[in-house]
Antibody, heavy 120, light 108 residues
Framework: QVQLQESGPRQVKPSQTLSLTCAVS??????????WSWLRQHPEKGLEWLGH???????DYNPSLQTRLTISVDTSRNEFSLRLTSVTAADTAKYYC????????????WGQGVPVTVSS | DIVLTQSPGTLSLSPAESATLSCRAS???????LVWYQQKLGQTPRLLIF???RRATGIPDKFIGRGSGTNFTLSISRLEPEDFAVYFC?????????FGQGTKVEIK
């Protein structure tokens, strides 16, 4: 059974960088046919896709965040990471890592999510 | 970006009743890459339907997805206590993938 687990700080100061890591177990991050993704959910609002990465390192980002977002992969650790720079209060949300399955074109496996607050 | 508008925002129903949820797209969703999720309070989204009408593994046939183009629906028959949740639609016919704002199905 595939499991994803996010880790990282739950509070970040404005203008600083948010860094999160997703550890994947039960599946190899080198698996074909899947993208490893980051999403977030603002309180009382819908879900927002941030970006994803293929095991080769190929990435795709939401244009709204492209200038601030970097997603990287470490195949030796079977994990991938998010780095979001210059955060503001608008980046306060619950951050999820998830697996995008390309036959389904949907997110079939999710981490539990980590709430992140941007506050001084 | 494709905007997905879900209606109604909240659906108040009694157990054993049926629900019909709507998801309308601002543009055609290519290849009917439309997915439905169920999210219970405090839990992660669970993928129910993909390709607009195909049930994911382990999803009972009480969940039926229909639609194409810009209009999609999710029907849930014989509501049970565990079906009361928030349902989201999501498209990935075009990048970036986008989500609707959700429909809450609550107990009347």
């Amino acid at each position: 059974q595939v499991q994803l687990q996010e880790s990282g700080p739950r509070q970040v100061k404005p203008s600083q960088t948010l860094s999160l890591t997703c550890a994947v177990s039960g599946d190899s991050i080198k698996s074909g046919g899947v993208y490893w993704s980051w999403l977030r959910q603002h309180p009382e609002k819908g879900l927002e896709w941030l970006g994803h990465i293929y095991h080769s390192g190929s990435t795709d980002y939401n244009p709204s965040l492209q200038t601030r977002l970097t997603i990287s992969v470490d195949t030796s650790r079977n994990e991938f990471s998010l780095r979001l720079t210059s955060v503001t209060a608008a980046d306060t949300a619950k951050y999820y890592c998830a697996r995008l399955e390309l036959v389904v074109m949907g997110f079939d496996c999710w981490g539990q999510g980590v709430p992140v607050t941007v506050s001084s | 970006d494709i905007v997905l508008t879900q209606s109604p925002g909240t659906l108040s129903l009694s157990p054993a009743e049926s629900a019909t949820l709507s998801c309308r797209a601002s543009q055609t969703v290519h290849n009917t890459h439309l997915v439905w999720y169920q999210q219970k309070l405090g839990q992660t989204p669970r993928l129910l339907i993909f390709g607009a009408s195909r049930r994911a593994t382990g999803i009972p046939d009480k969940f039926i997805g229909r639609g194409s183009g810009t209009n999609f629906t999710l029907s849930i028959s014989r509501l049970e206590p565990e079906d009361f949740a928030v349902y989201f639609c999501q498209q990935y016919g075009s990048s970036p993938p986008t989500f609707g704002q959700g429909t809450k199905v609550e107990i009347k």
